[in-house]
């Protein structure tokens, strides 16, 4: 029998990769805090990484587990940690892996949470270096003899910026690298990690895989791709015997155990029940998206649409190359005079709200909300104008959509 499609997976992977108990179809939650050992010796063997097992409920257990293997079968790596957000995931695992005098060469182009992260991060003694991640030369221009990984996010938000990211994998391998990049805009099938040479892919799973903005929860997977032996900040006793684990060994102990950000059973159950249905609503959400991009190209009150499908985009061709479709996200500047706020009061099917990867179409004034705190000068740096409006297309019919901004553009 050939492999089954990315939606029959999906579909079944509860299932047919965690074997419910009775017949069931999904795994059965486990709010449990404590676990029983018969065995003293069996409890001490799971402590010591001996042995897998759950030996307490912040660190983990049978519901996380489950959606764990259901993800890095998902993005074709060898393991996963979650966490109870996606930031908690970031947070997690660069506490984990890196400390004072390391250096990051990371994407310019960052979301707002995750660029406010990184200044903290500067504040512990983590050199940064910001970098436009479009271009490969830059990348390679911003290494230092302290580098210890690249990061980037696959399309940035909001402006929808493509990182080079076959050129910059590649690169990575060759230096010995970690190369992190946050999933989150392009969750599987639209991006091959494995084969963009990514060492470790973070997702916030309260986007597309949740979908239905009722859950928050995140994820980090190890692709298998990076060495772990040349990664000098592994501490002794996460070395396990498979040198391919020393990773996400050390932010499951020092990120999930230590920090504490751990995810419900019930947000694990409500992810994994969502990711049933990933590739049916990302694929009607991308193609709402480019139909309504294409139409807000046309309309003269509109004056700079942002979307890597559209062929001016200026990393079409990365796009194209590098991701299984272009994603639900696009932004779009208003021309000068009116209001992005009066203009959004307009609209009657969209939603105001600040959120990702829901069914339904949301939208917000970006640079007075979750990018106000980055300044104006920041900002602009980033690409991001006054005017700017970010906009997560949903699974709404198409002419819907349309006839909403026709009514809400008709009154300016």
Known sequence: MTKPGVTTRQVHADRQLNHPADGAVHTSTTNAVLFEFE????????????????????SSSGSMAALQTIIADMEGGIATACFATGMAAITST?????????????????????RSFLDTLMDLGVELTFVDVTSIRDVIAAK??????????????????????????KWCEEQKLLFMVDNTMTPPPAFDAKAMKVSLVLNSLTKYHGGHGHVLGGAVTDMGNFDWTSFSNIKPAYQVADERMWGITQIRKKGLRDLGATL?????????????TLSLRMARSTENAMKLATYLESQDKIERVYYPGLSNHPQHYFAREQLGGYGAILSFDLVPGIDPCEFLDELKLVLSATHLGDTRTLALPVASTIFFENGQRERARMGITETMIRMSVGIEDTDDLVADFDQALAKF
């Open 144 to 169: 230092q003899d302290n580098t210890r990984a690249v990061f980037t996010e696959t399309i940035a938000n909001p402006v929808t910026q493509v990182a080079d990211l076959r050129a910059i994998g």
């Open 39 to 58: 065995k003293t010796q069996d409890l001490v063997d799971v402590f010591q990484g001996k042995k897998m097992g759950h030996v307490y409920g912040r």
């Open 264 to 276: 419900a059973a019930q947000s694990a159950h409500l992810i994994s029940v969502g990711i049933e």
């Open 94 to 114: 660069m506490l984990s892996l890196f400390k004072a005098g390391d250096h990051l060469i990371v994407s310019q182009y960052l979301f707002g949470n995750t």
